[in-house]
C-alpha cells in the first residue's frame, strides 16, 4: 500500500508540471562599429643605377643610349570600404646642377620614368583596372573603387629610353607615390 500510495503522489507531482506556465521574451540591440581604414605596404626604393650613354665623339655624343630598365614590387593595397586610387610622380631631377648654362637646349636635367600598378587578377579584375602615371607628359590615372578591396598589386617602374636625351651629369632624384582614400 505505501508503494501505491507514494507512485500516486509522484504522478499529482509530475502531473502539476505539464500545466502551461507564463513566459516573456525581450530584444535587444548588439552593436558595433569598424573605422574606414585604407592602407598600402610601403615599397622598396627604386635606383635605375648608372644610365648609359654614348661616349664616343660626333653628332649622338652623350645621349643616353641605356635600354629600358624595370623594377617590379608585389604590395598589398587594401581599403575596408570603397575608396579613391590616385598614382603620383616626378620625373628626376639633377641634384649636382641645373640646366640654365648658354647651350641649355642641348642637355637636360630631368629623366623621365613611367610608374604602373596593376590588380593580381589581370584586366577583367572587379577590384581596380591598371593604373598608370607617365613623368614625361605629368598624366596619370585615377580611380574610384565602389566597393572594398584587399589585393597584392604589381608595382611597376620604368625607365623608357629618350635617344633625343643628352644629360647633365650627377645624381637624379624624384618621387613617386600611391594614395587611396576617401571617396
Excluded at 565602389?146 to 604589381?154: E, G, K, L, R, V
Amino acid at each position: 500500500m505505501k508503494k501505491v500510495l507514494l507512485a500516486t503522489a509522484a504522478t499529482a507531482l509530475f502531473s502539476g508540471t505539464a500545466f502551461a506556465q507564463a513566459t516573456d521574451t525581450v530584444e535587444m540591440t548588439v552593436s558595433a562599429s569598424v573605422a574606414q581604414e585604407c592602407s598600402v605596404e610601403q615599397p622598396d626604393n627604386v635606383n635605375f643605377g648608372q644610365l648609359a650613354i654614348n661616349q664616343d665623339p660626333g653628332e649622338e655624343a652623350l645621349l643616353l643610349t641605356q635600354g629600358r630598365i624595370s623594377d617590379y614590387q608585389d604590395i598589398w593595397i587594401s581599403c575596408n570600404y570603397g575608396a579613391n586610387m590616385a598614382l603620383a610622380a616626378t620625373s628626376m631631377v639633377n641634384q649636382d646642377q641645373a640646366n640654365d648654362g648658354p647651350d641649355a637646349a642641348d642637355f637636360s636635367d630631368t629623366i623621365p620614368y613611367r610608374m604602373e600598378l596593376n590588380n593580381s587578377a589581370g584586366v577583367n579584375s572587379t577590384v581596380f583596372n591598371r593604373m598608370s602615371f607617365d613623368t614625361l607628359t605629368n598624366s596619370g590615372d585615377n580611380k574610384t573603387n565602389t566597393d572594398a578591396f584587399h589585393d597584392q598589386a604589381s608595382l611597376l617602374l620604368r625607365y623608357v629610353p629618350r635617344p633625343d636625351l643628352r644629360p647633365l651629369a650627377g645624381n637624379y632624384l624624384g618621387t613617386a607615390s600611391i594614395t587611396v582614400g576617401g571617396v
